[in-house]
Nanobody, 114 residues
Framework: QVHLVESGGGLVQPGGSLSLSCAAN????????MGWYRQAPGKQREAVAT???????NYAESVKGRFTISRDIAKNTVSLQMARLTPEDTAVYYC????????WGNGTRVTVSS
């Protein structure tokens, strides 16, 4: 199992930027896939961005060109850089890691509002 702790959520104005971080309790180089999902009020959880153990990245169409996922293997963290945020990006963002099964953090709330 992998224990994941997210940080970095908060309130940001439309058009602004925010960075999320996810800390894992084991070497992320050994984890097949890590990524970020989000769940907006009244909606299903959806994939935002993922990154594999060899660095392959995948993004939801709605965030391509605005969000960037990255890893810091030395720190065992995965980050999500978010730019040009819109109210539609408002959600609880969850870090996930596939290691023998899907593991999830508790989430961090992002609110985009003026």
């Amino acid at each position: 199992q992998v224990h994941l702790v997210e940080s970095g959520g908060g309130l940001v104005q439309p058009g602004g930027s925010l960075s999320l971080s996810c800390a894992a309790n084991r070497a992320i180089s050994s984890i097949d896939i890590m990524g970020w999902y989000r769940q907006a009020p009244g909606k299903q959880r959806e994939a935002v961005a993922t990154i594999t153990s060899v660095g392959f990245q995948n993004y939801a169409e709605s965030v391509k060109g605005r969000f960037t996922i990255s890893r810091d293997i030395a720190k065992n963290t995965v980050s999500l850089q978010m730019a040009r945020l819109t109210p539609e990006d408002t959600a609880v963002y969850y870090c996930t890691a596939y290691y023998g099964g899907w593991n999830w953090g508790n989430g961090t709330r992002v609110t985009v509002s003026s």
